[in-house]
């Protein structure tokens, strides 16, 4: 299956600065990457679809000047949470758009 | 709202035992079929996927999917204490073409040893 990392595995932030969260596909050639956010004790939530060249969709409720996605090339693709808060602590997780369905390994995000 | 359903569990069996997990979805359209396993703060590791009625097995593993009773389910043969885990069920929902799943919230699996 395709595989995928993604960098930073965890960070921790102050409030109000930006973090930026890379996911690169290694073997594979991704023109579409699914953003997934996942809160304590629940599930998988899509947040957004990054689309190499093209803007992301967004969505609903998935603030898209708050969540910057980047897909500049087809093995790499970028989420940057802007001035974050607590509340977006969560397991940021990308996956790019395969009939294999793999996921990254996921990136934790602990704002305090 | 197109939803995935799951009982949340948590499920416990002794070791040996068969672990049997649920899913249900709402959307007749569903395509295709996917069962995750997720170990506690990690991402989660594709077990097995189905496309059409009836058993897939991989192992341990039997899937069977019932799209005339929108169900799904995920056998585990002899379970193993490392099978303990949330198991999630996820739907390709929008069809051909599109990649995007709708997961469930998972059922919790505990193996007794």
């Known amino acids: 299956g395709a595989v995928v990392s993604q960098h930073p595995s965890w960070v921790i932030c102050k409030s109000g600065t930006s973090v930026k969260i890379e996911c690169r596909s290694l073997d594979f050639q991704a023109t579409t990457m699914f953003w997934y956010r996942q809160f304590p004790k629940q599930s998988l939530m899509l947040m957004a679809t990054s689309n190499e060249g093209s803007k992301a969709t967004y969505e609903q409720g998935v603030e898209k000047d708050k969540f910057l996605i980047n897909h500049a090339s087809l093995t790499l693709s970028t989420l940057t949470v802007t001035s974050a808060h607590p509340e977006d602590s969560s397991f940021y997780i990308c996956?790019?758009?395969?009939?294999?369905?793999?996921f990254g390994p996921g990136t934790r995000l602990t704002v305090l | 709202q197109k939803e995935v359903e799951q009982n949340s569990g948590p499920l416990s069996v002794p070791e040996g035992a068969i672990a049997s997990l649920n899913c249900t979805y709402s959307d007749r359209g569903s395509q295709s079929f996917f069962w995750y396993r997720q170990y506690s703060g990690k991402s989660p590791e594709l077990i097995m996927f189905?496309?059409?009625?009836g058993d897939k097995e991989d192992g341990r593993f039997t899937a069977q999917l019932n799209k005339a009773s929108q169900y799904v389910s995920l056998l585990i043969r002899d379970s193993q204490p490392s099978d303990s885990a949330t198991y999630l069920c996820?739907?390709?929902?929008?069809?051909?073409?599109?990649?995007?799943?709708?997961f469930g919230k998972g059922t919790k699996l505990s193996v007794i040893p």
């Open positions: 189905i496309y059409s009625n």
């Open positions: 996820a739907v390709n929902i929008a069809g051909a073409g599109s990649y995007q799943l709708t």
């Open positions: 996956t790019p758009s395969s009939n294999e369905q793999f």
